[in-house]
């Protein structure tokens, strides 16, 4: 592909973003690209998670602004950014994004479609739709409202203003600060950690969590409980549990006449 990188890892697709000399600027080579390798992942049984990252000093900075100035934006939209946007919000495995350098207008719309996001400490996050007299989108506003206050989250998006990683956090944007030099190692092994665990488990517990109401919570509740429970990992590890009580009640008359002999 042209525009981005695709690696398997251990559990682990990585979908990268591959126009450093643009910081990763999004246009619709890139934008297709994305969509069509997140539905090659989603499909891809030896990959339990994935992972969006950016090559080179950023995550993205937004949309690539030589798009034709008279362009129809919202027939853009419609046509090359909400398929990806879609495929993301669909995707029933962890997608997990990796934040670093400048997260951007539509770059930050997609970075905030993870479920979570682990973001190196010098993280710059801008919210510059208005600056050029736009609104923000490609799924941005809804995340915005999912993940922070409604009124803080407009606040901002009117601003357009850019902060820092620490205030994203307070604003609920980050799930794990991490120092610069570590954001990589901790990248990866919060990946890996994930993708070892049982998928169905970690796909029903999204699901869950992804529930637009609460009885429909109540509904997927029943659903994944009955997939888990009749998974080799749940069994295999029920088995483990009851060996390790067995094992415990065994030693138990032991110990009684270790403390109170017979004799006593």
């Not at 090359?80 to 669909?90: Q, T």
Request: glycine share 8%; charged share 25%.
């Amino acid at each position: 592909m042209e525009t981005i990188q695709l690696e398997r890892h251990n559990g682990v697709g990585w979908l990268k973003w591959n126009r450093p000399e643009k910081l990763n600027a999004l246009n619709e080579t890139l934008l297709r690209e994305a969509r069509e390798a997140v539905e090659g992942l989603v499909a891809d049984e030896t990959v339990q998670v994935i992972v969006l990252v950016g090559q080179g000093r950023a995550f993205s900075s937004g949309q690539d602004l030589t798009i034709e100035g008279d362009a129809d934006y919202g027939l853009y939209l419609e046509e090359v950014y909400h398929p990806l946007v879609r495929a993301l919000e669909a995707c029933p495995k962890p997608v997990i994004a990796g934040i670093h350098g400048v997260v951007a207008g539509a770059g930050l719309s997609l970075a905030l479609a993870a479920d979570v996001r682990l973001v190196a400490r010098s993280t710059k996050f801008s919210s510059a739709f208005i600056k050029i007299g736009l609104v923000a989108d490609a799924g941005g506003p809804y995340h915005l409202r999912r993940l922070m206050r409604p009124d803080l989250a407009l606040a901002w998006m009117w601003s357009g203003s850019t902060i820092g990683a620490e205030q994203a956090e307070t604003f609920g944007l980050v799930t794990e600060l991490v120092e610069d030099e570590a954001y990589l190692e901790r990248l990866t092994t919060y990946a890996e950690t994930l993708a070892a665990q049982s998928p169905t488990a970690v796909q029903g517990m999204k699901a869950l969590f992804r529930a637009k109401s609460f009885e429909e919570e109540l509904e997927q509740e029943i659903i994944w409980q009955r997939k888990c429970g009749q998974t080799d990992v749940h069994r295999q590890a029920m088995q483990a549990f009851l060996n390790r009580i067995k094992k415990k009640r065994s030693w138990r008359p032991l110990l009684f006449d270790s403390v109170y002999p017979a004799w006593a």
